[in-house]
């Protein structure tokens, strides 16, 4: 089999899973600015997001053969957080990079590994060691507790597939990657595709 062949599940997906968490984690970020807690709360809820794979259409999980692709599958109206799927083939990873707000990151499909780093005052990067994080799995990042790593898919035979939150419209948030030796660039990630799953259609449900 073509290892890039994407990874699809039946067409017949259940949305409703994906809008009852969009809809769980408003109300959670309505209800607490505390980051601590909201990542706690946004932690349990993208777990059993993840628990199930039935629910991401097939065409939010194709991955290119040249470089890690990243969905959007849903943007909060006031941009207080966004929703990914990122898709990563046999051997592609991201540049070293941060975020700039919160992030929850958790394997629907595969492996990723993760690699950690902090800026010491001076500019220079240090490693912070790395962890493989497997399906059902759920990372956290933040300025707050570390936000700069480099992630790659885990397997070298296949696709994985991961869903990230973020605490903003990830894609248009000024954010920087980092160069070895080099000097730190700025970055705006964009999305890999400019339509999104409908989540709002009830009416097979009504
Ligand atoms: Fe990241």
Known sequence: ????????????????????????????????????????????????????????????ARPHPDRYQQ?????????RFSVVSFVWGPG????????????????????????RFSRLPTGGLVPEGEALLREGEVDAVSPRIGDIHRVSNGR????????????????????TIYVPNGKPKPFISGYASNVLPNLWDRSKEL
């Open 71 to 79: 969905y959007l599958l849903h943007c909060d109206s006031r941009e």
């Open 92 to 115: 592609q990873s991201t540049p070293v990079h941060d975020h700039g707000v919160w992030g929850l990151v958790g394997i629907l499909r595969g492996s990723e590994k993760v690699e």
């Open 156 to 175: 070298d035979d296949a696709p994985s597939v991961s869903i990230h939150v973020y605490g903003g419209n990830i894609g248009a948030v000024q954010r």
């Open 1 to 60: 089999m073509n290892a890039l062949a994407s990874i699809e599940r039946p067409a017949d997906t259940n949305p409703g899973r994906l809008r009852g968490f969009v809809t769980a984690l408003a109300d959670l970020i309505a209800s607490t600015r505390d980051e601590r807690s909201l990542l706690e709360s946004g932690r349990a809820l993208l777990g059993r997001l993840i628990a199930k794979d039935d629910w991401l259409p097939p065409e939010y």
